[in-house]
């Protein structure tokens, strides 16, 4: 199994970014699913999840601003990121949830900044 992320970016504060995660392999619409982030200094954390029934779980500072999502139909999963704080700077990944250490791709860098 191999986890493509892309669309990052330097983006302005309130502004919006939608991350795509591109899954190799056909049994992608078994796996619970979450977005990860890594601000510098700080350890990961898990941003959203969603489930294989599209149930979905949101850390509390980004709950109302993100959505996390699925296409099973073409192995991808989204982010859409909506009013973009400074505080959302990090490098974006994507993985099953819970993760596989082996699964962890390059991720992509998203910078709020004005």
């Known amino acids: 199994v191999q986890f493509v992320e892309s669309g990052g970016g330097l983006v302005q504060p309130g502004g919006s970014l939608r991350l795509s995660c591109a899954v190799s392999?056909?049994?992608?619409?078994?796996?619970?699913m979450g977005w990860y982030r890594q601000a510098p200094g700080k350890q990961r954390e898990l941003v959203a999840r969603?489930?294989?029934?599209?149930?979905?779980n949101y850390l509390d500072s980004v709950k109302g601003r993100f959505t996390i999502s699925r296409d099973n139909a073409k192995n991808t999963m989204y982010l859409q990121m909506n009013s973009l704080k400074p505080e959302d700077t990090a490098v974006y990944y994507c993985?099953?949830?819970?993760?596989?250490?082996?699964?962890w791709g390059q991720g992509t860098q998203v910078t709020v900044s004005s």
């Open positions: 969603v489930t294989s029934g599209v149930s979905t």
């Open positions: 392999g056909s049994t992608f619409r078994f796996y619970a």
């Open positions: 993985n099953t949830h819970p993760y596989v250490p082996d699964y």
